[in-house]
């Protein structure tokens, strides 16, 4: 008869799990954002890569006529245009992503490595695209703000004043605010001290604060310590009030379509062989740029406070 004293022995779940699966997700990537202004804004397409806007000279006013009088000559007039028009032309993003044939060949599944490694290295090209949108040198947001459109905060931290402010430089149609999330709270806070809280409306299926019914739209892209504004002291930041849509006379963005290996508009993926290292190699690629159409398409808000920026890193 056995001793009921003695210990009752059972499988560990150390052990047990030698013969169970595991449950996996794919590659989750914390630098991946939802990127509403390559959203929002609208896109045109280029035949060869390049856009050529062109203007009224110096805002010609077209002399015209208005009298009930027979006997009145009428005015002879034209519109002049710009002889040297601004042409943008595609900017490209490209990286190539090396996979070894043995990682694809031995370690995919459940997981496909190749399209995991192709789905990461794509989300950080379109990351670095609305980036190349807002700061870029040449053809970027803030650096296309015309002077007469940048204008200064009151106090710091951005107010109703501030963003009322910037509906007055871009008032046909505007569009959105486009704003750093530090901003945006910042400007929350100043609303709720005022007892005017903003109210809230909701776009691909995400609430947005917003201010005179235009939405506050948030990008990380919108640099905070000075990166975005090299007079900026630390703490401080831009926000834009842009009017989007070529038929407003707005902001747009530019792509090329029908690449090679097109898998969005404007970004291709092409396979480019195995080299003698069984390494296999993709060419990913993004053409881009943005036209700001008409002077008061776009406005900014320069040095807008936040705060202390390293208590939030």
């Known amino acids: 008869m056995a001793d ?20 996996k997700t794919p590659p989750q990537y914390d630098l991946i954002t939802p990127r509403w202004l390559v959203r929002l804004l609208d896109w045109k397409p280029l035949e060869s890569g390049t856009l050529r806007v062109n203007r009224v ?21 034209f519109v002049d245009y710009e002889e040297k028009p601004r042409e943008y032309t595609l900017s490209a ?9 043995r990682v694809s060949d031995l370690f995919s599944s459940p997981h496909d490595q190749i399209k995991e490694q192709l789905r990461l290295t794509i989300e950080s090209v379109k990351e670095r695209q609305e980036n190349e949108l807002i700061n870029n040198d040449d053809y970027g947001l803030l650096k296309n703000v015309p002077k007469g459109q940048r204008i200064q905060t009151r106090k710091g931290a951005p107010t109703p004043d501030d963003l009322d402010e910037l509906i007055s430089k ?10 750093h999330p530090l901003a945006v709270a ?8 005022r007892g005017v809280p903003p109210a809230t409306v909701s776009l691909f299926g995400s609430q947005f604060l917003t201010w005179r019914g235009l939405p506050i739209i948030p990008t990380n892209k919108l640099l905070v310590g000075g990166e975005s504004s090299p007079k900026a002291p ?41 080299n003698r290292s ?36």
Not at 57 to 77: A, I, M, W, Y
Not at 93 to 101: A, G, N, P, Q
Not at 170 to 179: D, G, M, R, T
Not at 251 to 256: A, C, K, P, T
């Open 186 to 193: 910042a400007f929350g806070r100043e609303c709720t001290r």
């Open 57 to 77: 000279k110096d805002n010609t006013s077209v002399d015209v006529l208005c009298g009930q009088k027979d006997e009145q000559p009428l005015p002879e007039t």
């Open 4 to 23: 009921e004293s003695q210990t009752q022995h059972s499988l560990g779940d150390r052990s047990a799990r030698v013969l169970a699966n595991t449950t």
């Open 278 to 313: 069984a390494i296999g190699s993709y060419l990913i690629s993004l053409y881009c740029s943005a036209a700001v159409l008409t002077n008061d398409a776009i406005a900014v808000l320069e040095n807008v406070d936040v705060g202390n920026y390293y208590d939030y890193k």
């Open 170 to 179: 871009v008032w046909k149609e505007p569009s959105f605010f486009l704003a």
């Open 93 to 101: 993003i490209s990286t190539v992503l090396d996979v070894h044939t």
């Open 234 to 274: 630390g703490g401080t930041t831009n926000i834009l009030l842009l009017r989007v849509g070529e038929k407003k006379q707005g902001v747009i963005g530019l792509y090329q379509p029908g690449l090679p290996g097109e898998q969005t508009p404007g970004l291709s993926v092409r396979f480019m062989g195995i």
